[in-house]
């Protein structure tokens, strides 16, 4: 089946330092979504991208989808502890039909104060 | 709007009884999805259903495993025969093809097999 690669796998970062982090895939994507995840709760959808080149912000969160449609990026610039969680890609690959998305297996990310 | 609502949230039993997890939707939503996740690994997709059509079920979706939304509203997931293996938080979306919406997640069942 489809497969998703996110990295980095993790990040401990500082307080107020921005942060970067990918996905690719080996197939062709229509959809990109970008989720975040806190301890013991579902995903929250916090980005969703639609068109080649498209980039979207959320407050402090920009994810863009690539030109070649096989990846994704989400930025977070000046993080604070509260970002704290695991961050998930997932996609909707061409032809699959709208129902079935496929997720990375996540970043989690580390905010020290 | 309460957004996407699952019970219990967690559960433990024995190896070989049989479970049943239940989803209730957000309300004006028409699609419904089970999803598995183990831990550190992203959410995999188990089955869908479109108001009460069963549309899609994914490879994962063993004999053991059946899934129900008979009014078109809230959807039931049973495992029979509970295997070590099938420990994992199962999560259940909804979305609205009306409105055009993505998946909204609800908190999940963690289901712990002993």
């Known amino acids: 089946g489809q497969q998703l690669n996110q990295s980095p796998q993790s990040m401990f970062i500082q307080e107020g330092e921005d942060v970067s982090m990918n996905c690719t895939s080996s197939?062709?994507?229509?959809?990109w979504l970008w989720y975040k995840q806190d301890p013991g709760e579902g995903p929250v959808l916090l980005i969703a991208l639609y068109k080649a080149g498209e980039l979207t912000s959320n407050g402090r969160l920009t994810a863009q989808f690539g030109i070649t449609r096989k990846d994704s990026f989400l930025n977070i610039s000046a993080s604070i502890p509260s970002d704290v969680g695991i961050y998930f890609c997932a996609g909707r690959p061409m032809n699959s039909g709208y129902s079935t998305l496929t997720f990375g297996k996540g970043t989690m990310l580390l905010v020290s104060p | 709007d309460t957004g996407v609502s699952q019970d219990p949230r967690h559960k433990i039993t024995k190896r070989g009884q049989n479970v049943t997890f239940r989803c209730d939707p957000i309300?004006?939503?028409?699609?419904l999805y089970w999803y598995r996740q183990t831990l550190g690994q992203g959410p995999e997709f188990l089955t869908y259903?479109?108001?009460?059509?069963?549309?899609?079920k994914s490879r994962l979706l063993s004999d053991r495993f059946s899934a129900e939304r008979p009014k078109g509203s809230f959807s039931t997931l049973e495992i029979q025969r509970t295997e070590q293996g099938d420990s994992a938080m199962y999560l259940c979306?909804?979305?609205?093809?009306?409105?055009?919406?993505?998946?909204?997640f609800g908190q999940g069942t963690r289901l712990t097999v002993v």
């Open positions: 197939s062709i994507f229509n959809t």
């Open positions: 979306a909804s979305s609205s093809d009306i409105r055009n919406t993505e998946a909204f």
């Open positions: 259903f479109q108001n009460e059509a069963q549309l899609e």
């Open positions: 309300s004006e939503h028409n699609r």
